[in-house]
Every structure is written in structure tokens, then in C-alpha cells.
């Protein structure tokens, strides 16, 4: 009887093993669509592959091609998306320098589970720091807005390489560089914006806080600068890994120059302040 049982045992353990790992997904951060892809590893993956794709779809991810098998004890799973490099837990991924309304950042996932026939949940987590500027031109109209920067004054890195170290239940640890750049634009339609109007802009980051920041719109061929500093001339600061809103409607108004006006930041839904900005031209 014993022996029958052991072999009982050995059969379950080896059905049990192999079998494909079921996975769901979750942010708040990106508007991601089915069809994007995330990459997963997993070095206690059964069989030869460690690493797979999947596409989203809803919630749920499904294999794009080659998919991960349950193999014994606990699993680490690290994941990225967009799928991107990925060696052991480290992903490696870069904010670029030039970008357009569909400019996306990076996020990351990381996860442990033993084998089981429920999914894997993933959750993650953003690891690039949005700006969003909308701007107008108040009360006046037939204004042209036709490029856009941001700048960090001192080289502060604002675009570029970077990796992170991913854990289960923790924060990824994080190595900015070798290579970044203290400059990012934005490519833009050219727009003609009449009185009440807004234009928005959005900038993707890198995943550290922000300061020295000065926006530079191009305003019926010249150029305007938006610096990013309180009452008293000083930076403020853009934390990381959040969305931070800057509202001037009247900032794009050719009477800029006739006083101070006002601008409004909003750090994901909250308020946090009203400044005075006397405007510049460079």
C-alpha cells in the first residue's frame, strides 16, 4: 500500500508541474489597449523559457506566442510594459528625448506564487513622472502655438537610460543613467487657439523628482518661457512617479508683459498651490 501510494504522489507531482501559468494585470496609470504587450520572467519556470509576451486583453494577459509553465516551490515573476529588456529582475528601459501625444511610459510588475490554478495577479506600478501643461490664451484669440520644450536648468536628467531592480512587495531600486538628457520636446500640430481655447501638452519623465523646470512654448513664432518656480523665484518641485497638472489659461496672451498672472498646480487631483509667474521671452 505504501508503495502504491508514493507512486500516487510522483504522478501528481508531475501532472501538476508544467502546466501554464494564468496571469491578470492592473494599473491606474496608462491607458493601456488590447493587443499592448508586457514581458514576463520568471526564472523558476518550467521547461526551457523563462521569459514570454503577452498581449492585454481586458484584464487578462494573453500568450503571444511562447508561454510560462508552473515549475516547483515559490515563483518570482518580474514584468514590464511596454515588453522591453529584461534580465533576471533588473529591467532595463529608457525615457526618450523627443515625443508625441503617443509617447507612453514605463511601468513594472513584480509578484510571488506557488504553483496554484488561480491566476497571478500583477499590479503595476508607473516608473516615469508625468507633467501635463495646459495653457491658453485667455481672453485674446488667432494665436499660433507651434513647438514646445522642457528644460532643466544645471542638466538636471530629464530623458535616458535607466534601470531597476524589481522585488516582490517593495519598491524597484533605481539607477538613472549613464546616458540622459536635461531637455525633452514635444512634437506638436501647430494650432490657431481663439479666446477661451487650451492647448495640452503632456511630458513623459524619468522616474525621479523634477526641479529647475522651465516650459518653453513657441507663440506666433517666438518663443515664451513658462518657469516653474513659486512667489519667490523658487523651483518647485515635480515629485516622482506622479501626474502633475500646471494650468495657465492666459499664459498664451499677448499681454503677458502688461503684469503678473497666475498658474495652478495639481499633483494627481489635488491641489497643492496658486503662484504669481511674471512671464519671459527667450
Known amino acids: 500500500m505504501a ?12 501532472t501538476s508541474r508544467g502546466k501554464p501559468i494564468s496571469f491578470t494585470a492592473s494599473q491606474t496609470a496608462i491607458n493601456w489597449t488590447s493587443d499592448d504587450v508586457i514581458r514576463i520572467f520568471c526564472p523558476q519556470a518550467f521547461g526551457s523559457g523563462s521569459e514570454a509576451d503577452y498581449t492585454i486583453q481586458g484584464s487578462t494577459l494573453t500568450p503571444k506566442g511562447t508561454q510560462l509553465h508552473w515549475g516547483d516551490g515559490i515563483h518570482s515573476f518580474y514584468a514590464v510594459y511596454p515588453a522591453g529588456e529584461i534580465s533576471g529582475n533588473v529591467v532595463s528601459a529608457n525615457i526618450p528625448s523627443t515625443q508625441n501625444a503617443g509617447t507612453k511610459g514605463v511601468m513594472v510588475a513584480a509578484a510571488e506564487a506557488i504553483r496554484s490554478q488561480d491566476a497571478v495577479a500583477l499590479q503595476f506600478q508607473p516608473l516615469y513622472t508625468t507633467l501635463e501643461f495646459v495653457v491658453g490664451p485667455g481672453d485674446y484669440s488667432d494665436i499660433e502655438v507651434s513647438a514646445f ?42 494650432v490657431i487657439l481663439d479666446a477661451g481655447q487650451t492647448i495640452k501638452v503632456t511630458v513623459v519623465a524619468l522616474p525621479k523628482d523634477l526641479t529647475n523646470l522651465t516650459a518653453y512654448f513657441t507663440v506666433d513664432g517666438e518663443e515664451q518661457a513658462l518657469p516653474l518656480v513659486d512667489e519667490d523665484g523658487n523651483p518647485i518641485v515635480v515629485p516622482a512617479c506622479r501626474k502633475t497638472t500646471i494650468t495657465a ?25 496658486d503662484y504669481t509667474l511674471d512671464y519671459h521671452i527667450k
Do not use: N
Not at 3 to 14: H, P
Not at 158 to 164: T, V
Not at 172 to 178: E, K, S, V
Not at 249 to 273: M, N
Open 249 to 273: 489659461t492666459d499664459f498664451l496672451s499677448p499681454a503677458y508683459d502688461e503684469g503678473a498672472s497666475r498658474f495652478k498646480v495639481t499633483i494627481e487631483d489635488q491641489d497643492v498651490d
Open 149 to 190: 520644450r522642457l528644460e532643466s536648468a544645471g542638466g538636471g536628467a530629464l530623458a535616458g537610460g535607466f534601470k531597476a531592480a524589481l522585488a516582490a512587495q517593495s519598491d524597484p531600486a533605481l539607477t538613472i543613467g549613464p546616458s540622459t538628457t536635461s531637455q525633452i520636446t514635444v512634437d506638436i500640430d501647430p
Open 3 to 14: 508503495a502504491l501510494l508514493l507512486v500516487s504522489c510522483e504522478k501528481w507531482t508531475y
